[in-house]
């Protein structure tokens, strides 16, 4: 009896917990490679794997009480702006890296020419006469980017990113123009699905 | 009995608690949505002060440079406007929270000298108060940077700002400075923006197309219509994506999903390889500036003609460190290009030069064509400084008027024109 009753409070307390923004065991990728890599830097030896298990999970600990962070294996913003691997490079412009990260939110699975394209759609709306003046302002427009609703939008871009916010921002655009563009496999909007595709790259369609 | 009403007990407890934890995990998940909410407001309130801020800081770079009495009121309109605009921006933050009462005094005071400098006659007192904006807008960029590095990292949250600390802007601690928002790739790397091309070229086939694509880079492409901005052809690739026009069968944009290797070259082995892609674009072709970004240098390009450069005719090359092709972007020259009328100037250098600001020390000169709201001017280019700072300024070879000025600022990757 005294076990169930600890398991349901065990369960309830699991339930209350959220990690809003960081990595945690469990996470798989890129990020999560970057994040091994910067922890070997710093001493505490992991493989490089993209995985976060409890080797990760352990390091990241142990990082986090020689720091005076939390300790809790989280790799969250402070713990990452530690490691080095969320500071912003020293000279980047903000608009760039803001685009950045948002090529980062939306298209961090896709390759160089999907990453230059969503960087693209986004220099497209500032110059067009139907979206706002400024990369900030289209990037934060009510309802446009899935990645700003849920948090995404702050997490650090990674350096191929960056190199595809620079390349859209002195002109590159693979798309020709476009304004839009969406996942097929999970859009459910019919007036964005009714346009016609003029680009595809990896997951993602581009219309105009 | 007694063991029914304890299981009964329990099972009650166990229900609530559950119900409790699902409660409180969904509250906890409305209150963490409605804090990101409110963080991306003020995140876009503080992008647009920032970006208003540096815009102001770059206008009065160029007004301390100005000779011309309608530049100078032109660049005035813009800073009023601008720092109104940014002042509004500021009004969408939390201000005493954030300490920007000090910002927010300086964009209502410069927009307000600026509007009033409109009506009356500019005094011997104008340049130097000109000279302490800039200054104290210089300032204040570094300090909204530093905020805005700080939110970046995480150690700052504007939501929380409500309840304790301020951001410390127009702190006495002296920041180095940073570059405005609105940076362009070397001077007129931005084009006209026109919607159909000046010179008038013959159609050409998808085969020629492919051809065109196979010059710059082996792929196994499949070729269909891009319907967008520009008549071209769509050129998909294994490692790379291509447009090339319809008209004339110019290659548009190219850009490649390529890797850095492990050789880096020189600069100078680099602008001959990219020197030799420029040149199957344009015969003439010659660098006009060069920018490194990541692992590559992208490389403007003009044609050079006789002793003229035409900047609205620039392209980009970019090769990364190991010498590879990295990307193309020439839809400017495609659509800029055309045969000109030769013109001669009117004006000398040294008499061109005679009509910079009093001060200015130049470094470099060369005559060009430039255009500006889509009019093209022979002028002379003058690269130099004034006052500490860098500037590209252009002076009409028909008239001696000042046509346009960059202000060039250097970064730990190159320079960079804004």
């Given at each position: 009896?005294?076990?169930?009753?600890?398991?349901?409070?065990?369960?309830?307390?699991?339930?209350?917990?959220?990690?809003?923004?960081?990595?945690?065991?469990?996470?798989?990728?890129?990020?999560?490679?970057?994040?091994?890599?910067?922890?070997?830097?710093?001493?505490?030896?992991?493989?490089?794997?993209?995985?976060?298990?409890?080797?990760?999970?352990?390091?990241?600990?142990?990082?986090?009480?020689?720091?005076?962070?939390?300790?809790?294996?989280?790799?969250?913003?402070?713990?990452?702006?530690?490691?080095?691997?969320?500071?912003?490079?020293?000279?980047?412009?903000?608009?760039?890296?803001?685009?950045?990260?948002?090529?980062?939110?939306?298209?961090?699975?896709?390759s160089y020419v999907g990453k230059v394209a969503v960087a693209a759609i986004i220099i497209n709306r500032v110059a067009s006469p139907n979206f706002p003046n400024s990369i900030s302002e289209v990037i934060y427009q009510p309802g446009a980017f899935d990645s700003v609703s849920d948090g995404q939008i702050n997490l650090s871009p990674d350096e191929e990113c960056i190199r595809a916010a620079n390349d859209a921002f002195s002109g590159w655009d693979p798309t020709n123009g476009c304004l839009y563009?969406?996942?097929?496999?999970?859009?459910?909007?019919?007036?964005?699905?009714?346009?016609?595709?003029?680009?595809?790259?990896?997951?993602?369609?581009?219309?105009? | 009995?007694?063991?029914?009403?304890?299981?009964?007990?329990?099972?009650?407890?166990?229900?609530?608690?559950?119900?409790?934890?699902?409660?409180?995990?969904?509250?906890?998940?409305?209150?963490?949505?409605?804090?990101?909410?409110?963080?991306?407001?003020?995140?876009?309130?503080?992008?647009?002060?920032?970006?208003?801020?540096?815009?102001?800081?770059?206008?009065?770079?160029?007004?301390?440079?100005?000779?011309?009495?309608?530049?100078?009121?032109?660049?005035?309109?813009?800073?009023?406007?601008?720092?109104?605009?940014?002042?509004?921006?500021?009004?969408?933050?939390?201000?005493?929270?954030?300490?920007?009462?000090?910002?927010?005094?300086?964009?209502?005071?410069?927009?307000?000298?600026?509007?009033?400098?409109?009506?009356?006659?500019?005094?011997?007192?104008?340049?130097?108060?000109?000279?302490?904006?800039?200054?104290?807008?210089?300032?204040?960029?570094?300090?909204?940077?530093?905020?805005?590095?700080?939110?970046?990292?995480?150690?700052?949250?504007?939501?929380?700002?409500?309840?304790?600390?301020?951001?410390?802007?127009?702190?006495?601690?002296?920041?180095?400075?940073?570059?405005?928002?609105?940076?362009?790739?070397?001077?007129?790397?931005?084009?006209?923006?026109?919607?159909?091309?000046?010179?008038?070229?013959?159609?050409?086939?998808?085969?020629?197309?492919?051809?065109?694509?196979?010059?710059?880079?082996?792929?196994?492409?499949?070729?269909?219509?891009?319907?967008?901005?520009?008549?071209?052809?769509?050129?998909?690739?294994?490692?790379?994506?291509?447009?090339?026009?319809?008209?004339?069968?110019?290659?548009?944009?190219?850009?490649?999903?390529?890797?850095?290797?492990?050789?880096?070259?020189?600069?100078?082995?680099?602008?001959?390889?990219?020197?030799?892609?420029?040149?199957?674009?344009?015969?003439?072709?010659?660098?006009?500036?060069?920018?490194?970004?990541?692992?590559?240098?992208?490389?403007?390009?003009?044609?050079?003609?006789?002793?003229?450069?035409?900047?609205?005719?620039?392209?980009?090359?970019?090769?990364?460190?190991?010498?590879?092709?990295?990307?193309?972007?020439?839809?400017?020259?495609?659509?800029?290009?055309?045969?000109?009328?030769?013109?001669?100037?009117?004006?000398?250098?040294?008499?061109?030069?005679?009509?910079?600001?009093?001060?200015?020390?130049?470094?470099?000169?060369?005559?060009?064509?430039?255009?500006?709201?889509?009019?093209?001017?022979?002028?002379?280019?003058?690269?130099?400084?004034?006052?500490?700072?860098?500037?590209?300024?252009?002076?009409?070879?028909?008239?001696?008027?000042?046509?346009?000025?960059?202000?060039?600022?250097?970064?730990?990757?190159?320079?960079?024109?804004?």
């Amino acid at each position: 009896m005294k076990k169930f009753i600890a398991f349901i409070i065990l369960c309830v307390i699991l339930l209350n917990s959220v990690s809003v923004l960081g990595i945690s065991q469990g996470a798989r990728g890129e990020m999560v490679e970057k994040l091994q890599t910067a922890l070997n830097q710093h001493g505490y030896n992991v493989s490089v794997d993209g995985i976060y298990g409890q080797q990760t999970t352990n390091a990241v600990k142990r990082f986090q009480q020689d720091n005076g962070l939390a300790a809790d294996g989280i790799a969250g913003p402070l713990t990452q702006s530690a490691l080095g691997i969320s500071a912003k490079p020293s000279n980047a412009d903000t608009d760039v890296y803001l685009l950045a990260r948002c090529v980062y939110a939306e298209a961090r699975g896709e390759s160089y020419v999907g990453k230059v394209a969503v960087a693209a759609i986004i220099i497209n709306r500032v110059a067009s006469p139907n979206f706002p003046n400024s990369i900030s302002e289209v990037i934060y427009q009510p309802g446009a980017f899935d990645s700003v609703s849920d948090g995404q939008i702050n997490l650090s871009p990674d350096e191929e990113c960056i190199r595809a916010a620079n390349d859209a921002f002195s002109g590159w655009d693979p798309t020709n123009g476009c304004l839009y563009y969406y996942n097929p496999a999970t859009a459910t909007n019919k007036w964005m699905l009714s346009k016609p595709i003029l680009f595809v790259a990896g997951n993602h369609s581009f219309c105009r | 009995m007694k063991k029914t009403f304890y299981f009964l007990t329990c099972g009650l407890l166990a229900v609530l608690c559950i119900a409790l934890g699902f409660f409180g995990f969904s509250k906890q998940a409305d209150a963490v949505k409605a804090e990101s909410l409110l963080e991306n407001s003020y995140s876009s309130s503080l992008s647009s002060c920032a970006s208003a801020m540096r815009t102001i800081e770059c206008d009065l770079s160029k007004l301390m440079i100005t000779t011309d009495a309608e530049k100078q009121n032109l660049l005035l309109a813009t800073i009023a406007q601008t720092a109104y605009g940014c002042a509004e921006s500021i009004s969408g933050l939390p201000v005493i929270a954030t300490g920007m009462q000090d910002v927010l005094k300086f964009a209502n005071q410069i927009s307000a000298y600026c509007a009033l400098m409109l009506k009356r006659e500019k005094d011997e007192n104008f340049d130097n108060q000109i000279i302490e904006f800039f200054q104290t807008s210089a300032k204040a960029n570094a300090l909204i940077s530093e905020a805005e590095n700080s939110i970046s990292a995480g150690k700052l949250s504007l939501a929380d700002l409500s309840n304790n600390g301020n951001l410390g802007i127009f702190s006495t601690e002296e920041q180095p400075i940073e570059y405005p928002s609105v940076i362009f790739d070397g001077p007129f790397s931005d084009g006209q923006s026109y919607t159909t091309p000046l010179s008038d070229r013959p159609y050409v086939d998808k085969q020629t197309a492919l051809g065109c694509a196979k010059k710059f880079i082996v792929d196994e492409f499949s070729v269909t219509d891009s319907a967008g901005d520009v008549e071209a052809y769509l050129l998909t690739g294994t490692k790379s994506s291509v447009l090339v026009s319809k008209k004339g069968g110019i290659l548009l944009s190219l850009v490649v999903n390529n890797r850095q290797g492990d050789t880096v070259l020189s600069d100078d082995e680099l602008q001959q390889i990219a020197t030799e892609y420029a040149r199957m674009i344009c015969e003439d072709a010659v660098v006009v500036w060069q920018e490194q970004y990541g692992n590559s240098i992208v490389f403007n390009f003009a044609p050079k003609v006789g002793e003229c450069t035409y900047y609205p005719d620039v392209f980009k090359v970019k090769i990364s460190f190991d010498g590879q092709l990295c990307g193309i972007e020439a839809r400017n020259f495609y659509m800029e290009n055309h045969v000109r009328k030769p013109q001669s100037p009117t004006i000398s250098q040294n008499e061109a030069q005679a009509m910079l600001k009093s001060g200015f020390e130049v470094e470099t000169s060369r005559l060009c064509i430039i255009s500006i709201d889509r009019q093209e001017h022979l002028a002379w280019e003058f690269f130099g400084n004034y006052n500490d700072n860098a500037y590209s300024i252009y002076i009409s070879a028909i008239d001696g008027k000042q046509l346009t000025e960059f202000r060039i600022i250097s970064t730990d990757t190159g320079k960079m024109v804004v």
